[in-house]
């Protein structure tokens, strides 16, 4: 089981990411925001690409979900912390901080 505790922990272990607030959760970022943490610190979305996030909704139906809205439909996923692992959450945020590096070529539109 996955905490807030842990995704703040492993995505500033992550290369270049710095924390700030954001609206009402806190987001991660390097040259743009790739995860940002609910303030309840239940649930995080990260910023996947569409083929990522299918991939992790239909492989770990309990764990991920599109968002809402159009950013769900741009690659936005939502964790649910408590059924995630370390393991999982580690996965899911090298891929979403890989797609934030300054160097990186994004699949994101």
Known sequence: MATA???R???????GTTEAPHFDRRAFRVKRIYATLAA???TANLMLTPDEQALKCLTAPAIF???PNAWGRNGATTVTLAAASAQDLTAALRLAHAHALPNAKSKRA
């Open 9 to 15: 922990r492993i995505a500033l272990s992550l290369e």
């Open 40 to 42: 309840d610190g239940l």
């Open 65 to 67: 979900a599109a968002a």
């Open 5 to 7: 505790a842990d995704l």
